[in-house]
């Protein structure tokens, strides 16, 4: 074991041999016996034994899995941030495509961990296996850190904002900051509500909305061509000359570049959604190889369209004083006031789609870690009761929002919730991508076997490293000139939070893995089980002091009883 910091990292020599997975595919799994994740000589020919349930994921709906996932509200309310911080357009347009290429390097990362032929990487769960994975020890440790960042991190909460924003908008009515917010709560409550009533409901719902937002960004990126072409006859629209001197305007300072590639990236969450199904994938390594890249070039390239089509149109001023509804100004520049409401209703559809989509998802991840016994009252995060859905994983990450959107001061509640869901976004890639890079050289060393399917090269794992690195360490840069994203809360508040979240799982880690077992007299272990849906799970259970049978006859017999 080599320590980095207080983690170690696994470099286990008995991870390369046992079977191919070939051989070790053709038997029966539902005969095999839990494996013990946490020993340091896991046999890595048993970790092949893929999930044998209901793969009902092809490469395309593994493609729209990433695009609906990405395309939510980002590109219709942060390009105004982004040029006011960064200071120009051109150096605006330049952000946008160092941010797809963040985005890219980042997903080869993750796609290299999820192509490893071992059940304990090629699974549903994403950076939670891949952490749990490279930093065994202290044992528990990067399982309780990641339950916190997920249980108290209000996903949906930024996107039911501006679905608030919009709706006011189209209603003609001035969207102030409260106003915005308490739609936003009656948004993220009816996600919850039909995710947890009818959940093919919620689907049908999730996908139909989801052709507003293919339709309306084409529709921008065809219209911003058109005005380039000298093609809009409105009488509100005049030709902006924004690209004639695009890099014209002040010099932006590191603050303004960081916080800039912050709104970027929250464009671009979503490009590691694969990952998070991949017991469900019929084809995991063509679905990460294929389908994911395709979606975010694809989307890469409508957003430079979009922000092109944003400029052409839209007034330089009116762009950074228009806030998060610069759609609704391109609509109403381009097409007149009755396209700007019907316009701000589109998005809205699309932001509720969007919301629809993450307390789906974020509700089920809260399900898993109570089925994991992970968190407190285990049992009933895990439950299905009693609408035959993941109510209290849902209910959890519905309060967490409402608490999320009301908390901070008025006129700051969407960048706080955008920055406080990147930053430690950030923190964790920059530990996933350190991880390879430690696997790369575990392997070099021939101290264990390492042969992914698809490889990241390493000089993009270093830079997803060090671009992850400098999102990190960056936002302690104290911003001059104004540029303060917030208007009541100090510059840094985002990254006290985010690290707040991380040592509540170092309390809860203490508390659930040390002091509990110690007075409980019981002795904490994990196991991958194969349970009756065909997937393999990591379970954790509570060997007692003195128990007759050994740690693997009381799982089975534990097992057994369920």
Known sequence: MVGLGKFSLSSNSNDSKGETLDNKESKDVNAVAPIDTDSESVNAGELVILDKGDRRIGLISAAFLVTNRILGT???????????????????????????????AGLYVYAEFGSYPSRLLQRNGGEKNYLEYVYKNPKFLV????????VLLGWASGNSVVFGEYILNAANVEPTEWAARGIGIACVSFAFLINTLNVKAGLFVMNTLGFFKVAIVLLISVTGWVALGGGINNSEFEPTGAFSNAFDGDSPSGYGIVMSLYNVIWAFVGYSNVNYSLSEVRNPVKALKISAPIAVISLGVIYMFVNIAYFAVVPGDVIRSSGRIIAAHFFRIAFGETAERACS???????????????FSQGRIVQQLGREGVLPFSS??????????????LFEHWVICVITIVAPPAGDAYNFVMNLISYPLNIINFFVA?????????????????????????????????????????????PTGGQNVYNDMPYWVH?????????????????????????????????DVLEDDGFWRNKFFKIPYGSELSEEEFIEEHQKNL
């Not at 209703?345 to 307390?359: K, Q, R, T, W």
Request: hydrophobic share 55%; net charge positive; charged share 10%.
């Open 74 to 104: 980002g590109i219709f309310s942060v390009t105004s941030t982004i040029l006011t911080l960064s200071g120009s357009v051109g150096v605006t347009l330049i952000l946008w495509v160092v941010g797809m290429i963040i985005a890219l």
């Open 143 to 150: 399982t309780c850190m990641y339950a916190m960042y997920v």
């Open 345 to 359: 209703v589109f998005v809205a559809l699309s932001a509720l789609g969007n919301v629809i989509s993450v307390i």
């Open 380 to 393: 009933f995060f895990a439950s299905q009761r009693p609408f035959n859905s993941p109510f209290t994983g």
């Open 434 to 478: 350190i991880g390879l890079l430690w696997l790369h050289y575990e392997a070099r060393k021939g101290r264990r076997e390492w042969t992914p399917v698809i490889k990241s090269p390493i000089v993009v794992t270093f830079f997803f490293a060090l671009a992850s690195l400098y999102l990190v360490v960056a936002p302690y840069i104290p």
């Open 495 to 527: 990254c006290v939070a985010a690290w707040g979240v991380f040592f509540a799982g170092g309390v809860y880690w203490v508390i659930w893995a040390k002091i509990l077992p110690r007075y409980g007299k019981y002795k904490l272990v994990s196991r």
